[in-house]
């Protein structure tokens, strides 16, 4: 089986790498290209064997599947160039939320998914969120989620519901970063404590924590609850902590549903005008 991916940016090298290391696929079943041909070249010195092409055209006849691994704006022009290579039995895999399903159905012939990685894959964590088109059969479903599963958790969701998923799953990272940054960075400002050190062990409390919440089987109610003696210091930062941030969770997936609603509409309007100049 053959795996091509348009497009090696931060996530296309990110899901070869780990694919590669993970040994999912070997090098030679690999097939990237790149607007900036050096990065495609570049993953085929590290990884002997693989193949970086100059062409999106050659991707498309040489793989069984194409990870699409570019931005939202990108894809109508990508997919009017492997449209006319394209077999039904190929199955496409877009990595982004504004792209729908049916935008993809309705240009190309073959099986369609998306599916939604998060940088955790890197380290073999996390979910890859698996949503999937009308024409996709079970043997191709099966066969994508043998493969994600050498570096996630393969979740199938609802197509209406990816965005918020999204934002759990593949911004969450950022976000909680962003938090324990702000974390650290206030506890060097208030005690002097040494940056560094305290990331240290921020980082290594975050990674508690989750384990606490998945394999430990606790829920963030009881984490809270074990933490917060009765009448102790956990309890009144606990406290000022729900009053100060009341509202920001909603405000932040408000903002992140504007924005995916205002990509969608620039990809359909992408796609509407690639038809037509196509006549
Ligand atoms: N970065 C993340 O954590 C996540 C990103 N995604 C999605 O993955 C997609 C890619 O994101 P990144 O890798 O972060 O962006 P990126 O900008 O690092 O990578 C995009 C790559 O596509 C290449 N490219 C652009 N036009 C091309 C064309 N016509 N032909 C071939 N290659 C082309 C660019 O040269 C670049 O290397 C986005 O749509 C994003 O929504 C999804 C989940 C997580
Ligand atoms: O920021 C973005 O648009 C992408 C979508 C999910 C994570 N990163």
Known sequence: MNIGFIGAGSMGSLLIEAFIIAEAIEPHQIYVSNRTYAKAEALAYKFPGLHALEHNTDIALNSDIIFLCIKPHEFAKVISEIKPLLRPNQLIVSI???VLLSHLERELNCHI???????????????TLCIYGSRIDQESQTKLEKL????SEPIRIEEDFTRVVSDISSCGPAFFSFLLQQFVDAAVEETGISREGAMV??????????LLLTEGGMTTEDVQKRVAV?????????????????????NLIRTTHAKYYEDVEQVSAQFDKEEVSEQ
């Open 96 to 98: 982004t939320s504004p």
């Open 113 to 127: 998914a998306k599916m939604i990685p998060s940088i955790t894959n890197k380290m073999w964590s996390g979910a």
């Open 148 to 151: 994600l599963a050498y570096i």
């Open 201 to 210: 062990i921020a980082s290594n409390m975050l990674l508690g924590t989750g």
């Open 230 to 250: 009765p009448g102790g210091i956990t309890a009144r930062a606990l406290a000022m902590l729900k009053t100060d941030t009341t509202g920001i969770f909603n």
